[in-house]
C-alpha cells in the first residue's frame, strides 16, 4: 500500500473510532501506543495520521497530556477559501466578488425567515450592536468584531448551528481576503446606517423590506470590489 493512501486509512480508522465510540469535543483519544496496537500500523502511520487529522481540527494533540478530539471548527474551510480568493484575486479572476454573492444569496435567502420568527431578545441583541456601531462609527471605525456579532445574532433564532458556522465561515474568509489586501471597508456611518435599516426591518416584521435591506448593506461591498 503507498505510503499516502496508508496515512488515508489511518486517518479513517481513527475517525471511525471516534464515531463508534460517540466521542464528543475534548474527549480523549486512546494514547498514540494504543492506537498503535489497536490498529495494527506502525507507530509513524499514526502519527501522520493524527497530524493531518489536527490539520483540520478533528484531532487536538496536547504535548505532555495526549490526544483529544477536537473542535471540529470550520476554520480549515475558511483558510482555504480564503487563501483561494486570494490567489484568483491576484490572477485577476473576480474571487472577492464571488465570496460577497454567496454571503448574499445566503443571508438575504435567509432573513425573511428571520423576520417571521425572531424572539425580542434576539432583537433586543441586534438593537443594542446597531447602537455600538453608532458609537464607533463616530470615532471613525465600525469594528470587524461588531459586525461579526451582528450577523452571528442575525440567524441564531433558525436554531441551524451548521448554518450559523456557515455563514460565520463565509464572513470570516471575505473579511480576511479584504485586510490582507487592505482593504479599509466602507464609511462607518454608511455601514451603520445599513444596519439599522435591516434591525427596522425586523422590529416592524417586514420581510420583503428586510431582503430590500440586506440587499443594500452588500451594495456598498459590491461597488468597493467593483471599483
Known sequence: MARGTMAEGVQARIKQLILQNRLAPGDPLPSETELVHLLNVSRNSVREALK????????????????????LTLEPFVEGVAFRAAVRHHQGAPSLYELMEVREALEAGLIPSVARSLPPTDLAVLRNLVERMALEARGGQVLSATDRAFHQALYRSLGNHLLSEVLDAFWAALRRVREDLSDDGQDPHVTYRRHLAIVEALEAGDGDRAVVTMHRHFDGIRRRLTE
Open 52 to 71: 493531518a487529522l489536527q490539520a483540520m481540527r478533528i484531532v487536538e494533540i496536547r504535548h505532555g497530556f495526549g490526544t483529544y478530539v477536537g473542535p
